[in-house]
Nanobody, 122 residues
């Protein structure tokens, strides 16, 4: 059974940094895309960053970001460890939300992690 387990959330002051990590299992699960979404209280869940493998036979990827995090957040994937990380720099109070890991299994299924809280104080 596929599992996504997030870690790295917490409380940080504005301008600080956090690194979120999501570990996918089992090891043979190699989704085409992995992403981070977030949901703030009273708001809809939104895509923060996504990294998509172009094709099964290549390690070439495409990344895309929410406009408000461009230049501050970086998504990366480690195929050997089967993880996806989100490096978040220059955090702002508006970044406060629960962050969810997401995996797309080549269009056949979508999986979600349980979420990790990120709180940015002013």
């Amino acid at each position: 059974q596929v599992q996504l387990v997030e870690s790295g959330g917490g409380l940080v002051q504005a301008g600080g940094s956090l690194r979120l990590s999501c570990a996918a299992s089992p090891s043979y699960f190699t989704p085409s895309a992995m992403a981070w979404y977030r949901q703030a209280p009273g708001k809809q869940r939104e895509l923060v960053a996504r990294i998509t493998t172009v094709a099964r036979i290549t390690t070439s990827v495409i990344t895309d970001y929410l406009d408000s995090v461009k230049g501050r957040f970086t998504i990366s994937r480690n195929h050997r460890k089967n993880t996806v990380d989100l490096q978040m720099n220059d955090l702002k109070p508006d970044d406060t939300a629960i962050y969810y890991c997401n995996a797309n299994d080549w269009g056949s299924a979508i999986y979600w992690g349980q979420g990790t809280q990120v709180t940015v104080s002013a």
